[in-house]
């Protein structure tokens, strides 16, 4: 079994002094600390309540098996710039890239198939050949992600060296990805299929915003990868970067909140008591459970920002199937390509109608293959295979059980958990017949798994909702009303686990003051900057606390 990364909190002694403390390991906060600790040189403690660092990337083990819980597929990390220099610079190029098959995304809506192929013109002509009709519409659809696109940058500069004009990009994301797909002229069965992929941003098209639409379609242009070693492989490759810099990775470490001196963050107090104090606090708890929970005393700033953002709803939930099978009893080989299957066209009808009822159809099923996309699974775990199916959840059904602890909830709650288990297998064997008979374990996630793990108050997956309304607020931002107090993570940025890393290359900007966006553009450096690039920053940080 793979090592927990990180080192547990009975066994931490050194209490500093620490440049910069992080509360959270999710690739927010271990990004942030990283790009701290190399760009620069910063001593920086990150504190992670559960017992392994990784939030949405670590993965989980039973007997022979292992699963991811949020990382499925990273686009832009196999070519020269994006999201590959970003990778390449908090892990020290620690992370090797496994290509996903060309059709990396196999979508099912209703009766019709599509599958997602590497390339824009190969795209574009797949497109053209299902609906040869609307060549048109489906060159207008790609001109307004790029033209989105082209202006993104503005807006996450934005965040980190006002003033910038945002208003290039706020033209497509204050709008709808279903106003904007029927004002290129798509027709309904064109528009599900180019927002197939709609539980990667966590709101169908009636409700997303064009710009998270556009992000997330763009990032899968030129195809998708996974990381080789599985997903765990991004917090382990970050460890040592944040190590080698005097910092550390603390687990079991619950912070209770947020030290003030005066109106300024200081430091942490953990539960028990004890403190950590530096220059400068990172929290990749979210916007609203930092001011909530963590700071003790909301100024006015504070709790004017809390009402602005309180129109803003958290992201959906989800529920999560987690299947072990047997090479041996498989049929076939599982295939490394993703599953997308949507019972209609019609996706915020199938959403409403399951956020209203548990007992309607599934709005849509992810079907993922994590042991198909590594190829050093066979030899970690011989004989065997995993596959994982995420569905989109409201969190409502499941609040009733709230307060009752992991594994000691009641007994219709484990009724309906079970229900949901049942009903997940039987959709699975649909999509891959014989499927059952191959199958060693299987256990189901529902939102309160996620609150319990990931400590978020919804069970959301991405953070506050990617509405047009939360594209509009400037309050989404690293620097805080509360000097000092830094935000990190998808909420800064957008969501998924590229998007929480660039709000943690943001984050990291706002601290040392200089753009790191810049400086992670195009893979290079694969070993840690000169000692003389360290001083500078951490002298300034000190003098700024």
């Known amino acids: 079994m793979t090592r927990l990364v990180g080192t547990p909190y009975t066994q931490h002694r050194d209490e500093g002094p620490y440049d910069a403390v992080v509360i959270g390991s999710g690739i927010g906060g271990l990004g942030a600390a990283a790009a701290l600790a190399r760009a620069g040189g910063l001593r920086v403690l990150v504190l992670e309540r559960h017992h392994t660092a990784g939030g949405f990337t670590h993965v989980f083990h039973r007997p022979g098996f292992e699963w991811d819980v949020g990382l499925h597929y990273i686009g832009q990390v196999t070519g020269a710039g994006g999201a590959a220099g970003l990778f390449d610079y908090v892990t020290g190029g ?18 019709r198939r599509f599958d997602y192929v590497t390339g824009r013109e190969r795209l574009r002509d797949a497109l053209a050949d299902a609906f040869p009709r609307e060549r048109r519409a489906i060159d207008r659809y790609l001109t307004a992600v790029q033209r989105c696109l082209g202006a993104m940058p503005l807006y996450y500069m934005e965040k980190v060296l006002p003033p910038v004009t945002r208003a290039p990009f706020l033209r497509y994301a204050r709008r709808t990805t ?29 409700r997303s915003s064009f710009g998270i639409h556009a992000i997330v379609a763009g990032h899968y242009l030129d195809g998708a990868a996974y990381p080789v070693g599985g997903a765990g492989q991004l917090a ?33 107090r953990m539960a028990d008591g004890r403190e950590y104090r530096a220059p400068a606090v990172i929290s990749d708890a979210g916007l609203v459970r930092t001011f909530r929970e963590l700071v003790p005393e909301p100024t006015r700033p504070v709790a004017a920002l809390l009402d602005r953002v309180a129109a803003i709803e ?19 080989p599982l295939p490394a390509s993703n599953l997308w299957i949507h019972p209609t066209p019609d996706f915020d009808r199938n959403w409403d109608a399951f956020a209203a009822d548990l007992e309607a159809p599934f709005p849509l099923l992810f079907v993922s293959f994590p042991s198909a996309k590594d190829p050093t699974f066979e030899a970690r775990y011989p004989g065997h295979q995993t596959i994982e199916v995420v569905v989109p959840a409201p969190y409502e059904p499941f609040a009733a059980w709230s307060r009752s602890a992991w594994k000691r909830r009641d007994g219709d709650y484990t009724a309906l958990k079970q229900r949901l288990h ?27 798994t996620t609150r319990h793990f990931a400590n978020a108050a919804h069970g959301e997956t991405y953070g506050l909702a990617h509405t047009p309304a939360r594209f509009a607020s400037r309050d989404l931002k690293p620097v805080t009303p509360v000097p000092g107090l830094y935000l990190t993570g998808q909420d800064v940025s957008t969501c998924g686990v590229a998007g929480a890393l660039a709000g943690a290359v943001a984050c990291a900007s706002a601290v040392l003051h200089r753009n790191l966006f810049q400086t992670m553009r195009t893979r290079h450096a694969r070993t840690r900057p000169a000692a003389a690039d360290a001083g500078g920053p951490r002298d300034a940080l000190r003098r700024a606390g």
Request: proline share 6%; hydrophobic share 45%.
């Open 314 to 332: 958290p992201s959906h939930a989800h529920l999560g199937l987690y299947v072990g099978v047997s090479t041996a009893r498989l049929a076939s």
């Open 178 to 206: 279903a106003d904007v797909l029927a004002g290129l002229g798509a027709s309904p069965d064109l528009q599900a299929v180019l927002t197939a992929q709609w539980g990667d941003y966590g709101l169908p098209p009636g």
């Open 236 to 268: 382990r490759t970050m460890l040592p970067v944040i190590e080698q810099a005097g910092g550390a990775v603390i687990v079991g470490a619950d912070v209770q909140h947020v030290v003030l001196g005066g109106r300024r963050a200081i430091g942490v």
């Open 422 to 448: 049942d009903r997940l297998l039987e959709a699975l064997e649909r999509q891959i017949p014989g499927i059952g008979r191959a199958i060693v374990v299987s256990e189901v996630s529902t939102p309160l």
């Open 94 to 111: 620690g992370v090797e890239w496994n290509a996903m098959p060309d059709a990396y995304d196999r979508v099912t809506v209703g009766a």
